[in-house]
């Protein structure tokens, strides 16, 4: 199984990006979908989450200029991130918890990380 994560860049502040991360390989059931990041010196954290059914829940400091989608035939989630500021600048991680065929539980499987970079 793989996560790959794309659409990171350089932008303004202000401006937008739409990051996207697709799993592959033997999946029977995808869960829960997260992006998480980590900017330099700090510890890597929640920024949005998704459920199989489409519930989402978003960190406090991205309400309202973040959201998280995902489209469940292609196995991949979305971030899309609007009015971005410079401390938005980090790597961002997504992250799902997946079901391989013939197994009961989800395992924890992480993408490459894409880097975020919100400056003039």
């Known amino acids: 199984v793989q996560l790959q994560a794309s659409g990171g860049g350089l932008v303004q502040p202000g401006g937008s990006l739409r990051l996207s991360c697709a799993a592959s390989g033997s999946i029977f059931r995808i869960n829960d979908m997260r992006w998480q990041r980590q900017a330099p010196g700090k510890k890597r954290e929640l920024v949005a989450a998704?459920?199989?059914?489409?519930?989402?829940n978003y960190a406090d400091s991205v309400k309202g200029r973040f959201t998280i989608s995902r489209d469940n035939a292609k196995n991949t989630v979305y971030l899309q991130m609007n009015s971005l500021k410079p401390e938005d600048t980090a790597v961002y991680y997504c992250?799902?918890?997946?079901?391989?065929?013939?197994?009961?539980?989800?395992?924890?499987?992480w993408g490459q990380g894409t880097q975020v970079t919100v400056s003039s």
């Open positions: 992250n799902a918890n997946l079901v391989p065929p013939g197994r009961g539980i989800g395992y924890d499987y």
């Open positions: 998704i459920t199989s059914g489409g519930g989402t």
